[in-house]
């Protein structure tokens, strides 16, 4: 299983910005989509943004949408998640994954559909 690797957590007040970055290998860019997830303390594992092998569609959970934006550069290698206006809800690690399934007509890649996952990183929010 290919390793992707997340950067940018930390801790930020209510309201503050983070700039999370996710770096695969060479292969998941292209072809795959890519998606960010994130595990508050004690929860399941949910979904929070994923963007298309070329960057013509993203999707967004709807607790992110209008304050997150998910991009990538394949010159790159890279993957970015723009967090703004955060809230202490948002506390939680967050997950790259990489997806070799499209489905563009409904929202993206299921959770499962997702094939190979970084270690995460931590975001803490306070208020």
Do not use: H
Request: aromatic share 12%; with cysteine.
């Amino acid at each position: 299983q290919e390793q992707l690797v997340e950067s940018g957590g930390g801790l930020v007040q209510a309201g503050g910005s983070l700039r999370l970055s996710c770096v695969a290998p060479r292969r998941l860019f292209g072809t795959y989509t890519l998606g960010w997830f994130r595990r508050p303390s004690g929860k399941e594992r949910e979904f929070v943004a994923a963007i298309s092998y070329n960057s013509d569609a993203s999707y967004y959970a709807d607790s992110v949408k209008d304050r997150f934006i998910i991009s990538r550069d394949n010159a790159q290698e890279t993957m970015y998640l723009q967090m703004n206006t955060l809230k202490p809800e948002d506390t939680a690690v967050y997950y790259c994954a990489a997806s070799p399934f499209r489905r563009p007509g409904v929202g993206g890649p299921t959770e499962a559909e997702y094939a190979s996952w970084g270690q995460g990183t931590q975001v803490t929010v306070s208020p």
